[in-house]
């Protein structure tokens, strides 16, 4: 195990937290939004009508699909060397990284590959790789689950098949060995980009082993699963707001929830957030037939049972597991040393 950590790289609780706090100031900004679309009264009424016994079934949902992505976070270690790793501090690293995901373009999880060089040894850049690996899986997951509801309305084939592409032409060309390094060699005389591309192999030789078609295919029949699950819990979801219990609606809260899932993560925004949920909202009234109030309710309802139950965990974890995280604050400079630093 290895205590180091590379250099310039802060896992202070103040770093992580700055990093943080415009997607949670996003967050509060979106659920009001919703809640005025759908008209402030309706969505109310509804909230307080709806059966909340029906939102711990969503959460047990949410863990299955938490449970399936930690075991497949555990094979992928595996996949890149890390074969002795105590699984309870791995599991407080798969799930400390949840709350990263409200960072601006997701970039605070580089804080989970950090933790795992801290732990194991394994260079940053390498965890990185694992953790791109996670998403892109992720990703095709969500998209196979979308397969039947873009059948279903064309209209969504054009986004559902340039995000497809992408995915699929970055595992490609990760498995063309020789392509990648020739591009690796000819950015190493790149004035620029030339000093940053010890990592980039190191991230490359990460992508090329979680890429290969067995991990890859493992990953995603994985993320299928778990992702299925959270649509599961979707649909219990709509049929406590009044919506008929019936195979249209579950098919449809199996696709929605994975489309905007993937809209989301395309978007860049800190956890998705009013990316997924215009798309939640939007797509049930466009394709489910849902009152606006009804998709405005039903949106704030499943991501408090996803987004928002996964950054709670999370940050659950971080109380408990400082150390391991090294999530200590940073010490306070001398005096003297202040007046050096301004």
């Known amino acids: ?5 590379s250099p310039n790289l802060s896992t202070s609780k103040s770093s992580v937290v700055r990093k943080m706090v415009p997607g949670l100031l996003l967050g509060i900004v979106v659920m009001v939004v919703l809640t005025l679309l759908g008209d402030v009264r309706e969505v109310g009424a509804l909230l307080q009508a709806f059966d909340w016994r029906i939102f711990p079934l969503a959460l047990l949902f949410t863990l299955f699909n938490y449970t399936l992505r930690f ?20 599991l407080q690293i798969f799930v400390a990284g949840f709350p990263l995901a409200v960072t601006p373009g997701k970039v605070g999880e580089i804080f989970k590959g950090i933790w795992l060089e801290q732990q194991t040894g394994l260079p940053v850049a390498r ?11 992720d990703g095709l997951a969500v998209l196979m689950l979308s397969v039947l509801g873009v059948i279903a309305h064309p209209q969504y084939w054009p986004a559902f098949g340039v995000i497809f592409g992408i995915l699929l032409a970055g595992i490609i ?7 990648a390094l020739g591009i690796l060699a000819f950015a190493e005389r790149l004035p620029l980009i030339g000093k940053a591309v010890p990592a980039l192999r190191e991230f490359y030789e990460g992508s090329f082993v979680l890429f290969r078609p067995q991990a890859a295919l493992m990953g995603v029949g994985l993320g299928t699963i778990s992702w299925f699950g959270e649509g599961i819990g979707f649909y219990f979801i709509l049929t406590g707001l009044g919506m008929p219990a019936n195979l249209d609606t579950f098919s449809n809260a199996v696709f929605i929830l994975a489309f905007s899932t993937v809209v989301g993560a395309v978007s860049a925004l800190p956890g998705g957030l009013g990316a997924s949920e215009a798309s939640i909202a939007g797509m049930l009234v466009l394709v489910g037939g849902a009152a606006p109030a009804i998709a405005s309710a039903a949106t704030v309802i499943i991501r408090l049972a996803t987004l928002w139950f996964g950054v709670t965990l999370g940050l659950i974890t971080w109380a408990f597991s400082t150390r391991l995280l090294n999530l200590q604050e940073e010490p306070a400079l001398p005096a003297n040393r ?3 630093v301004e």
Do not use: C, D
Request: avoid cysteine.
């Open 1 to 5: 195990m290895s205590g180091k950590t």
């Open 71 to 90: 075991l497949k976070w555990q094979y992928y270690l595996h996949q890149v060397g890390v074969r002795e790793f105590n699984w309870r501090r791995s």
């Open 127 to 137: 965890g990185v790789s694992l953790i791109v690996a996670e998403r892109v899986s």
């Open 173 to 179: 060309i990760s498995q063309i060995r020789p392509l």
């Open 338 to 340: 202040v007046a050096e």
